[in-house]
Structures are given as structure tokens and as C-alpha cells.
């Protein structure tokens, strides 16, 4: 089993910075990929971050450029670094860790919000 805990979540402006982090416990060595996913007011979970982990990401259009994802094996931590944050950036965002035999866990959510 693996226990994931974001946090980091707060209001902040529009054009401003903001990093989550997800803390992994338990059978931490089994983790392969992690990944950060957000879920806007009405709409449908997305997946935007991944990162391996050897450290190499992926990002989706809509966050390419102005986020970025790190990971900290040592301290089984991901980061989601957010830059130039919109309005529509407003989310619940999620953390997800996948197993190398594809077992998925789930954090519980931060709640981030962009002000204009």
C-alpha cells in the first residue's frame, strides 16, 4: 500500500507562483511513475504532470511552460512547481503514484484557487 499527501494548496493571484507537494508513505519502493492531475469546478479529473522516476516529465498543453514537476526520491516527495497562474488554473489538484505492476493510489487533494 501506498498513503499519498498533498498539500500546498492556497488562493493566490492571478500571474503568481505557487508549489504543491506530495508526500509518499508506506511501499514507497514499488512506486514508478507519479503524476499531478486537476480537477476544475464541473469538469472532468485531468491528468497535466507525470514524471518517472528517473525524472523525466511530461506536461499537458494547457500547463507546458509555466508548470513544472520534480521528485525527490530520498524523500519520496514530488513537487508541482506552478508559475503564471491563471484564473482557470483553479482546481483541486491530485497527486497519483502508479506501481511497476500498475497497482494506482490517490492523495486526497489541495485545493488551489486564482484569483483575477
Known amino acids: 500500500q501506498v498513503q499519498l499527501v498533498e498539500s500546498g494548496g492556497v488562493l493566490v493571484q492571478a500571474g503568481g507562483s505557487l508549489r504543491l507537494s506530495c508526500a509518499a508513505s508506506?511501499?514507497?519502493?514499488?512506486?514508478?511513475?507519479m503524476g499531478w492531475n486537476q480537477q476544475a469546478p464541473g469538469k472532468q479529473r485531468e491528468l497535466i504532470a507525470t514524471?518517472?522516476?528517473?525524472?523525466?516529465?511530461n506536461y499537458a498543453g494547457s500547463v507546458k511552460g509555466r508548470f513544472t514537476s520534480s521528485r525527490d526520491n530520498a524523500k519520496n516527495t514530488v513537487y508541482l512547481q506552478m508559475d503564471s497562474l491563471k484564473p482557470e488554473d483553479t482546481a483541486v489538484y491530485y497527486c497519483?503514484?502508479?506501481?511497476?505492476?500498475?497497482?494506482?493510489?490517490w492523495g486526497q487533494g489541495t485545493q488551489v484557487t486564482v484569483s483575477s
Open positions: 508506506g511501499a514507497t519502493f514499488n512506486i514508478d511513475t
Open positions: 514524471i518517472s522516476r528517473g525524472g523525466s516529465t
Open positions: 497519483n503514484a502508479r506501481t511497476a505492476n500498475g497497482r494506482a493510489y
